[in-house]
């Protein structure tokens, strides 16, 4: 076979309607393959940057549920050192208004006596005028300074028993006035300022006993009949 006929079986068959045959284009195969290479590498990015993106989303949310923590323990100690504070204030404030206390608690025992002396004074059957205006006087000025500083006395005569401000030291039998009520005042009972400084010494009601109401019934059914009977 001569080289001319070689060269003839070695040359593609060509299609009349195609046109001459092309051959592959080896350089726009490797820029595929570049192009796919580096889609590859940046789809891997990608994917790095969307697990780098998790995690700083789940750090974040740590780090925001840590400071709600944080600040919701800070408005507890907060409230709880403004209550602290307020006490303390209340408390020094109770201290100052009710510090004197003690001594106005003994200055009543003066005023109990200063008042036996002005009654003694009124009573006595040679008084004289100006003792019992002096002791008068100085009676009420003595109550006057003290009402001053927050010691005032309470009403108790006629008033329901209260234990809190009131000590019974008997009870009076009595149909006129309803039971358990103060009728009668031995010694005053004070207030200072809005507390209790002495209790009031009181007699209080009682409902008359059932033997002597059935001793006045019987007297009475007595009489009826002696009338009748006449």
Do not use: W
């Not at 840590?66 to 800070?74: C, L």
């Not at 927050?150 to 028993?161: L, S």
């Not at 007699?203 to 009949?225: I, L, M, N, R």
């Amino acid at each position: 076979m001569s080289k001319k006929n070689k060269s003839k079986e070695m040359e593609p068959e060509q299609d009349p309607e195609l046109g001459p045959a092309v051959a592959p284009d080896r350089s726009v195969s490797e820029e595929a393959l570049q192009e796919t290479a580096q889609a590859a590498e940046q789809e891997a990015a990608a994917g790095s940057l969307v697990q780098e993106f998790e995690k700083l989303a789940i750090e974040l949310e740590r780090k925001t549920k840590e400071a709600e923590e944080a600040n919701d323990k800070y408005r507890r100690t907060y409230a709880d050192f403004e209550n602290y504070r307020k006490r303390m204030q209340r408390d020094q404030a109770d201290f100052r208004k009710y510090a004197n206390e003690q001594m106005a608690f003994e200055l009543l025992t003066v005023l109990d006596h200063l008042g036996l002396a002005f009654k003694h004074a009124c009573e006595a059957p040679e008084k004289s005028e100006g003792l019992q205006q002096g002791v008068e006087m100085v009676y009420k000025q003595f109550r006057d300074v003290l009402e001053k500083f927050g010691i005032t006395p309470f009403k108790a005569e006629g008033e329901p028993f209260n234990p809190a401000k009131h000590e019974a030291m008997m009870q009076v039998e009595t149909g006129d006035v309803p039971e358990n009520m103060v009728v009668q005042v031995f010694q005053d009972g004070y207030l200072y300022h809005e507390k209790i400084l002495r209790h009031a010494k009181v007699g209080v009601s009682k409902k008359p006993s059932e033997s002597e109401s059935d001793t006045a019934v019987t007297q009475g059914g007595g009489k009826e009949d002696h009338k009748e009977d006449q």
